[in-house]
């Protein structure tokens, strides 16, 4: 009689768990949550990737301009992304994203520039 009993009120208790309305709604949230999110990653993703192309120009000129001070160079369109590699001014990784990215190692001269005409 009293395994009966634990049946019965077993049976007649309240489930526990979610109900598919519960969870249609909690997928709904989550769904409107990433169509929010994975915009704005892809855009920070770009922005990260301008900034990182920005400094390496600044690394591998500021390096260009340190190994023509260093050996007195009186040409510095001799340096090359390489040269700073074999020279141990740059790192292999640094060299590789410079030849990658067309990084050019000596600055444009502003002054010697020619007027657009």
Same mark, same amino acid.
């Given at each position: ?7 019965? +009120? %077993? !049976? ?7 109900? =598919?309305?519960?969870? *249609?709604?909690?997928? /709904? ?15 920070? +993703? %770009? !922005? ?7 400094? =390496?120009?600044?690394? *591998?000129?500021?390096? /260009? ?16 992304? %390489? ?35």
């Amino acid at each position: 009689m009293m395994t009966l009993k634990k049946v019965m +009120r %077993k !049976s007649l208790a309240p489930q526990k768990g979610f109900t =598919l309305i519960e969870m *249609v709604i909690v997928l /709904a949230i989550i769904a409107l949550l990433m169509l929010i999110i994975v915009p704005n990653l892809n855009t920070q +993703r %770009k !922005s990260a990737h301008e900034r990182q192309s920005a400094a =390496l120009v600044t690394v *591998v000129q500021n390096q /260009a301009e340190m190994y023509i001070n260093d050996f007195d160079v009186k040409d510095p369109s001799e340096v090359t992304v %390489k040269l700073l590699e074999d020279k141990g001014y740059l790192t292999s990784k640094q060299a590789k994203q410079a030849n990658d990215e067309k990084i050019q190692t000596v600055k444009p001269d502003k002054n010697n520039a020619k007027p657009a005409s």
